[in-house]
């Protein structure tokens, strides 16, 4: 199983960034999919998962800033960030999911970095 997450960087408070997940090893259309972060020094975090009824879920700090999305048949999952503050960075890692807010499994991709300068 590979996740392949990308498109994190540095990016200014108040700015955008649009992560992306590539995963394979498993039929993803299959799973409810997540994003999850962690931040230096902290235990990793739900961040939003999206279903194939379409149903999303967020964490508080994700609710209206982020948008979670998926296609089934391009395999990929994407998870949109505008609003960032330094509090963001992290992290972020993609996932299957179990339930609404959490991963399935143990495993976990390498992730892709997300800094927010102030």
């Known amino acids: 199983i590979q996740m392949g997450e990308s498109g994190g960087g540095l990016v200014q408070a108040g700015g955008s960034l649009r992560l992306s997940c590539q995963p394979s090893g498993f039929i993803f259309s299959s799973y409810g999919m997540g994003w999850f972060r962690q931040a230096a020094g902290k235990e990793r975090e739900f961040v939003a998962s999206?279903?194939?009824?379409?149903?999303?879920y967020y964490a508080d700090f994700a609710q209206g800033r982020f948008t979670v999305s998926r296609d089934n048949e391009k395999k990929t999952l994407t998870l949109q960030m505008s609003g960032l503050k330094a509090d963001d960075t992290a992290d972020y890692y993609c996932?299957?999911?179990?339930?609404?807010?959490?991963?399935?499994?143990?495993?976990w991709g390498q992730g892709t970095v997300v800094t927010v300068s102030s």
């Open positions: 996932n299957r999911m179990g339930s609404q807010r959490v991963h399935f499994g143990e495993y």
């Open positions: 999206v279903w194939n009824d379409g149903k999303t």
